[in-house]
């Protein structure tokens, strides 16, 4: 994964809904995450032609004191007819197309495990977690798992006027996030 995917220490940022301000990067580290490693497992087996039900990863919610912004990437090892659906917020669809917005997923050759695709990355604040489905169209009972990285930013707000006047102006370069993708109605 080349570096330039990631915002940098210094960079400023517009966050959209809920927060709808600017932040400039403080900090930031990598992180990696996969399901199956908690104490009490989020994904129980799934049977053949069942679905796991949309499981919210809580795991992944960051912290807010101090305020962080995490950047995730996803992917999977599950090979065949399986397909992993993700609710960003939960209830919010991703990935599908306007007229069925429940169509979109991912599976592992879209974003494997070992090699997550940037197209299907998204952001989380706090009080934002993702919730995934798994369904299992294989022969065989499967434990899904999913593998989560990324980049874990501390983000304090800009308060100089002069800063924010020049922001809001588009004179100074700014990255925008939009939680939860493009926005879809009920």
Same mark, same amino acid.
């Given at each position: 994964?080349? +570096? +330039?995917?990631?915002?940098?220490?210094?960079?400023? #940022?517009?966050?959209?809904?809920?927060? =709808?301000?600017?932040? @400039?990067?403080?900090?930031?580290?990598?992180?990696?995450?996969?399901?199956? &490693? &908690?104490?009490?497992?989020?994904?129980? $087996? #799934? %049977? /053949?032609?069942?679905? /796991?039900?949309?499981? +919210?990863?809580? $795991?992944? &919610?960051?912290?807010?004191?101090?305020?962080?912004?995490?950047?995730?990437?996803?992917?999977? %090892?599950? /090979?065949?007819? !399986? @397909?992993?659906? #993700?609710?960003?917020?939960?209830?919010?669809?991703?990935?599908?197309? +306007?007229?069925?917005?429940?169509?979109?997923? !991912?599976? %592992?050759?879209?974003?494997?495990?070992?090699?997550?695709?940037?197209?299907?990355?998204?952001?989380?604040?706090?009080?934002?977690?993702?919730?995934?489905?798994?369904?299992?169209?294989? %022969?065989?009972?499967?434990?899904?798992? #999913?593998?989560? =990285?990324?980049? =874990?930013?501390?983000?304090?707000?800009? $308060?100089?006027?002069?800063?924010?006047? /020049?922001?809001?102006?588009?004179?100074?370069?700014?990255?925008?996030?939009?939680?939860?993708?493009? @926005?879809? $109605?009920?």
């Amino acid at each position: 994964m080349t +570096d +330039d995917l990631y915002l940098k220490q210094g960079h400023i #940022v517009w966050i959209d809904e809920p927060l =709808k301000q600017f932040y @400039k990067i403080v900090r930031r580290e990598p992180f990696e995450y996969e399901t199956g &490693e &908690e104490d009490t497992a989020i994904f129980t $087996t #799934v %049977a /053949s032609g069942a679905e /796991s039900g949309f499981k +919210d990863i809580a $795991t992944l &919610e960051p912290d807010n004191k101090p305020l962080h912004l995490f950047q995730v990437l996803w992917g999977v %090892a599950d /090979s065949g007819p !399986i @397909k992993y659906y #993700v609710k960003i917020p939960s209830g919010q669809n991703r990935f599908g197309v +306007d007229e069925d917005k429940e169509i979109g997923f !991912i599976n %592992a050759q879209k974003s494997p495990y070992f090699d997550p695709d940037p197209l299907y990355q998204f952001y989380l604040i706090a009080e934002w977690t993702p919730s995934i489905n798994c369904k299992n169209n294989s %022969a065989v009972t499967i434990t899904p798992k #999913v593998w989560f =990285k990324g980049m =874990k930013y501390d983000i304090e707000p800009i $308060t100089n006027p002069g800063l924010l006047d /020049s922001l809001n102006a588009g004179k100074t370069p700014h990255r925008r996030i939009y939680f939860g993708g493009v @926005k879809n $109605t009920p």
